[in-house]
């Protein structure tokens, strides 16, 4: 629960969930909104979202998990996401992703222990002519070669 | 409801609409394999084992959920059919251990009857296991997410029919598990242990924690003196294991076979349902008479306590302070029957063979548990425990003369009998409170309104002129309904129209408790039911208070009903728990 305060839903948010509260299909519009402000579902997010709707922490659980969309993790903060669209997959994504790996020490969908940087798949982020495509925040690099990483990591350390 | 006319491979057959076509098939004498499908559920198909074909149509339908309609004519089997369910099978088995030697379902596994009957003698496609570790958490169940099918059962069991919502599929594709929120341990979640989803589970993915292997070391301990207590509803329900019709009542041939396997003594929980009856009534009288939380909720059902303690603990007031049965019988036999036995209470293992998985956990509860200076229970089996125990045994159980129970705490009466069922503990606790309060005896011990598989049962039953409002619940997700009726009561500063409740976690009561065999539906519930019915019927004594055991227990060590003693021993205390732990 340390992380509680960080947790804290805005005015707006919650404004926005007493509105949705009877509303059918609330339950992953609010969640959109959770993630939207908090960049993931923690469970302690789940739990505020579980007793304002009235709704089973199961329930909000089963839906989180089911869908891709949502991150149950915190994001490092430098989320890299990889585009593993058609065009930058085949233009050698795959090995950019292991060369990511290999020097965060992380999986996808994994975060580093200092918590700076993320790693993601996605896809096609709609640059497909520079690919092979991957963004930190919200920078994009094309045409990325495997030794062009090193360099990317350390721009944000 | 009107009348449809359907043919089942040219049977021709009357059903009404609405009925599925796996009814009507069974109506015309047709069996369809089914594997999710549970006649407690609705139907969720998931499996697609039950597909038929529509004649005339190009139509594949899910039996199991489908319903029919005037003119409807299936064919449930045809060597194309019979390869579609085949090549099902194969791709469940893909995704399953190999392992029915050593599972705990071996002879009693839905999947594995399956696998017979289609004649599967090879798996054609690469196996791939879930790598999601046992459960081991709780006190009761265990969760093995590598024999999950994902049927689908537990979950809508935990959900709709218990309404705990402890279980749920967490994530999505092949990686989905039954698991509850945030993949938390079984026993950091809402779970009130009751045990159902593991009686619905067709494999072996949730069963109870199995601690035969205690019974064995105990009995060849000789330092240890070990005294067994039967619940009610262990009569009926141990019948089905050894393949006499549900309903049939064993009482003799299991106290012996308890006695064969090395009991130093056995008695049983109806003597103490009897106790119950006296203190729970007592207090009932106190309630009305001299004020106190109304209505009086009863305590028996150790899931339904561990629900109002994480769902409602603002009614905790309205709960009866008295231990179940079990915990009753486990303090006395370590005081009383330990003193009039010669026994010293600590060389004394007390066994407790029940209907309920949720009752494993209750022994262990708090320190109330431990009334008599010890551990009051020590340890507890289910009915279907008990019934593989006796089959690794030379017991030979159909041919077992009957035995009579120990006394003092072995004799009881017809009340204390039918606890075992929905209703049975509100029957019993009227026939002993009209003589409490009216000082006469009923003339019709029978109490119709609160018998039955209705979910919510109401019914006044008169006390020379006192109107007495009943409620019956079973199935925990039905509690809801009156529970927020007090609750709301309360909130106004009025009073919720009742004076007693029942309330029992599992659909039917225990005689289908989440421990007893395998394949409990509405008509078994039924049969075994009538069972105890029966047995009450033909008991020399009807009500709690004409039991002389019962009697001599309070006047040569008790005391008086809701006395100090009694109190002590008896009676407990509640707590609000969280509904996650973790
Ligand atoms: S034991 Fe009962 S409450 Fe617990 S998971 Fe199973 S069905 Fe749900
Ligand atoms: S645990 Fe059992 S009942 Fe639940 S989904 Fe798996 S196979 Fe079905
Ligand atoms: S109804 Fe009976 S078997 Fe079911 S949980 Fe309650 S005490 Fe156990
Ligand atoms: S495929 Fe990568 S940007 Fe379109
Ligand atoms: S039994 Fe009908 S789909 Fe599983």
Redesign the interface.
């Known amino acids: 629960m340390s992380e509680s305060n960080e947790n804290k839903f805005s005015p707006e948010l919650l404004s926005f969930i007493n509105e949705w509260k009877d509303k059918p299909g609330n339950l992953i519009m609010v969640l959109h909104k959770v993630q939207e402000e908090q960049d993931y579902i923690s469970?302690e997010a789940?739990?505020q979202v579980a007793a304002l709707l009235d709704v089973?922490?199961?329930?909000?659980?089963?839906v989180v998990?089911?869908?891709?969309f949502f991150k149950l993790t915190k994001p490092g903060k430098h989320n890299i996401q990889i585009c593993m669209g058609t065009a930058c997959y085949l233009k050698g994504a795959q090995p950019l992703i292991d060369e990511l790996a290999k020097q965060l020490a992380i999986e996808v969908n994994e975060v580093t222990d200092d918590g700076l940087f993320s790693l993601e798949a996605v896809r096609c982020v709609g640059c497909c002519g520079l690919a092979p495509v991957l963004t930190v925040g919200g920078e994009v690099f094309g045409k990325v070669t495997k030794d062009q990483i090193a360099g990317i990591i350390a721009k944000y350390k | 409801m009107s009348i449809v006319h359907v043919k089942i491979n040219g049977i021709p057959v009357e059903v009404e609409a609405g009925t599925t076509v796996l009814h009507a098939a069974r109506a015309a004498g047709v069996r369809i394999p089914t594997l999710c499908y549970h006649d407690d559920l609705v139907p969720f198909g998931s499996c697609g084992l039950c597909i038929v074909k529509q004649e005339g149509s190009a139509k594949i339908i899910r039996a199991c959920a489908a319903p029919v309609h005037e003119g409807l004519s299936v064919i449930t089997d045809d060597p194309e059919i019979f390869e579609v369910r085949k090549t099902i099978l194969e791709l469940i088995l893909s995704t399953h251990p190999s392992s029915c030697l050593t599972c705990i379902r071996n002879g009693e596994c839905e999947l594995q009857d399956l696998a017979a009957e289609f004649g599967i003698r090879e798996q054609p496609y690469e196996v791939r296991l879930s790598d999601e570790p046992k459960d081991t958490s709780s006190a009761s169940i265990v969760l093995d997410p590598e024999k999950c099918i994902k049927c689908g059962r537990c979950v809508q069991v935990c959900q709709d029919l218990q309404g705990t919502f402890a279980l749920e599929f967490i994530g999505r594709g092949d990686g989905t598990c039954m698991a509850p929120a945030a993949m938390l341990a079984l026993d950091d979640s809402p779970c009130v242990k009751c045990g159902q989803c593991a009686a619905h589970c067709p494999v072996g993915a949730i069963y109870e924690k199995d601690e035969i292997g205690a019974f064995r070391a105990a009995v060849s301990d000789p330092k240890k003196k070990v005294v067994v207590q039967i619940a009610p509803s262990i009569r009926v329900g141990l019948s089905e294991t050894f393949g006499l019709p549900a309903g049939t009542v064993t009482t003799g041939k299991i106290y012996a076979a308890l006695k064969q396997l090395g009991a130093y003594a056995v008695h049983d929980t109806n003597f103490s349902a009897d106790l119950t009856i006296i203190e729970e009534g007592h207090e009932l009288v106190g309630r009305i008479t001299k004020g106190g939380a109304m209505p009086l909720l009863t305590s028996c059902c150790p899931s339904w306590i561990d629900y109002v303690e994480k769902y409602y603990p603002d009614l905790l007031d309205h709960v009866s302070s008295c231990k179940s049965p079990m915990q009753m019988h486990g303090a006395i036999t370590k005081t009383f029957y330990a003193e009039k036995a010669g026994l010293d209470p600590s060389e004394i293992f007390a066994v407790a063979i029940m209907p309920c998985t949720a009752k494993k956990y209750e022994s262990k509860r708090d320190e109330n548990m431990k009334a008599s200076g010890f551990q009051d229970v020590d340890l507890v089996l289910t009915t279907r425990e008990l019934g593989r125990l006796i089959k690794n045994s030379p017991v030979d159980f159909l041919k077992l003369e009957e035995e009579e129970a120990d006394s003092p705490i072995g004799e009881y009466s017809g009340a204390g009998t039918i606890f075992g069922a929905t209703g049975g503990v509100m029957e019993a606790a009227v026939r002993t409170a009209y003589n409490v309060v009216t000082g006469k005896e009923m003339e019709r011990v029978e109490v119709e309104a609160v018998r039955g598989l209705d979910e919510i049962k109401k019914g006044t039953v008169d006390f020379d002129g006192t109107p007495i409002r009943v409620a019956v619940v079973h199935g925990l997700s039905h509690a809801k309904e009156v529970l927020d009726e007090i609750r709301e009561a309360n909130a106004n500063g009025t009073k919720a129209p009742y004076e007693f409740i029942e309330i029992m976690a599992c659909r039917g009561g225990c005689i289908a408790g989440g421990g007893q065999p395998y394949g409990a539906n509405d008509i078994l519930r039924k049969e075994r039911s009538e069972g105890l019915y029966a047995d009450d019927k033909k008991s020399t004594f009807r009500c709690s208070h004409q039991n002389p055991s019962i009697l001599k227990l309070y006047e040569d060590f008790l005391g008086s009903p809701n006395g100090e003693k009694a109190h002590h021993l008896l009676h407990t205390t509640y707590q609000e728990r969280p509904l996650y732990k973790a």
């Open positions: 469970r789940a739990d089973p922490l199961a329930t909000i659980w089963g998990s089911f869908y891709h």
